[in-house]
């Protein structure tokens, strides 16, 4: 790409066959050439050269006419052809294109600064109608003259004139000089509008700045206490990090049981005890749902993740159907808190809380799944018309699950008994 750039920047030829207009206005008449190709072929050939589709500019110089403004004050230069394929003699297709140069112009007013369309000087029509003329033949193009930087009016050398939609522009109508007064009005019009625009940039900074505020304050944790520790690990006799004043304040990461994970400064992390700081709303909210609910008495489990999926095996229960899962993670070892009597206590109440919760949704799932993450845990299943029947006591527990999902069964050992 940077060498056909700096071909192109070196010069291009012109063929005859090729016709660039320029109007008073600053708009050019597009760039002609007919190749003896038939319109399919010619389309596709410029898909292949990627002619549709915007590509930036390394650098203006050499691409664009002298603009008003010093060429150094434009940057981020882009550039996107317009094409038009035109039947031509004898199964010809003729191709006309006009390239529209943008650029972002830097002024020292920043009201001023902006995007602005600048004029092709020809080189990038020229060299796409080379690019596809090697495409569509094979063969190389003999350079002829090349064009010179500043945008001239030469003579048209392909007539148009009989191709629909194809005639050249007239010459713009002479714009009448403005009178003094007429021009005082427009520069207050402008310095109105200019007050206009910086006052909008104004309340959306401000609207910005309240809604990061906002955001921000949802998610942070605020320390309580004085020389709060702040430890590695979620346990007492872990490394203490460092000691947070009161009023310190930091993003909060996750709750792993009596454990505030936060987030320090970059990629930092640490932990607090919960009952040192002041949750966030939502998570305090959240946390007292759970403490008041059935499945406040397991403190070995904490749910990671919910989500709604298909069923993960091949249950013929469930195998194929939409399912709620929990992803259940245990906090402790010890098997009074995360044993496997405890594991299927706990899954049936996940099961009455999905089974509950189904009921406010707008896809009712086909039954519920709990996934303990750990190395001897297992996935507990049943299907959502079971878990009602033992909710309301149509069902016993020991026929609920005996034909309920249970992998591997030893994990649930205790339903056996």
Not at 146 to 159: E, G, M, W
Not at 173 to 201: F, G, M, S, Y
Not at 240 to 252: G, I
Not at 289 to 294: D, E, K, L, Q, R
């Amino acid at each position: 790409m940077k060498k056909w750039f700096e071909k192109i920047r070196r010069g291009i030829p012109a063929l005859l066959l090729t016709v660039c207009l320029q109007t008073a206005s600053g708009q050019a008449v597009p760039y002609a050439r007919s190749y003896a190709k038939p319109k399919n072929e010619v389309e596709q050939a410029l898909k292949e050269l990627q002619a549709y589709s915007g590509q930036k500019l390394p650098t203006l110089e050499g691409f664009v006419a002298p603009p008003a403004k010093p060429l150094e004050r434009y940057e981020r230069g882009f550039y996107q052809f317009t094409i038009e394929l035109l039947p031509g003699d004898e199964g010809s297709t003729i191709v006309r294109l006009s390239a529209k140069v943008t650029a972002w112009c830097a002024d020292r007013d920043v009201t001023k600064s902006g995007y602005e369309i600048l004029v092709s000087n020809g080189r990038l029509e020229l060299d796409l109608l080379d690019r596809l003329q090697e495409k569509l033949t094979g063969k190389p193009v003999d350079p002829p003259a090349t064009v010179n930087s500043n945008v001239q009016t030469p003579r048209a050398k392909l007539d148009l004139s009989g191709v629909p939609g194809a005639s050249v522009l007239p010459p713009p109508a002479p714009v009448a000089a403005k009178t003094p007064d007429e021009v005082a009005a427009l520069r207050t019009q402008r310095v109105i509008a200019e007050k206009r625009v910086q006052q909008l940039e104004q309340e959306l900074q401000s609207l910005q700045e309240v809604k990061h505020n906002q955001a921000h304050q949802q998610n942070l944790v605020i320390v309580s206490k004085a020389s709060t520790p702040v430890y590695a690990k979620a346990a007492e006799g872990s490394r203490v990090l460092f000691q947070a004043a009161v009023k310190d304040e930091f993003e909060f990461l996750d709750m792993e049981g009596e454990w505030v994970h936060v987030s320090i400064s970059g990629d930092s992390r640490g932990y607090l005890r919960q009952s040192a700081v002041q949750l966030p709303e939502s998570v305090a909210a959240r946390l007292h749902a759970i403490s008041s609910g059935p499945e406040a008495k397991f403190a070995g489990f904490r749910i990671e993740r919910e989500e709604m999926s298909s069923f993960p095996g091949d249950w013929s229960g469930l195998k194929g159907k939409m399912v709620k899962i929990y992803t259940v993670q245990p906090l402790t070892e010890n098997p009074k808190e995360t044993g496997a009597s405890v594991r299927l206590n706990y899954a049936l109440v996940l099961f009455e809380k999905g089974w509950k919760e189904s009921a406010t949704v707008p896809a009712v799932p086909d039954g519920v799944v709990v996934i303990f993450d750990a190395a001897d845990g297992g996935i507990a299943g049943a299907t959502l018309a079971d878990i009602q029947k033992v909710a309301s006591g149509a069902l016993s527990r020991e026929a609920f699950w005996t034909q309920s999902y249970l992998d591997p069964p030893e994990a649930f050992h205790a339903a056996t008994k």
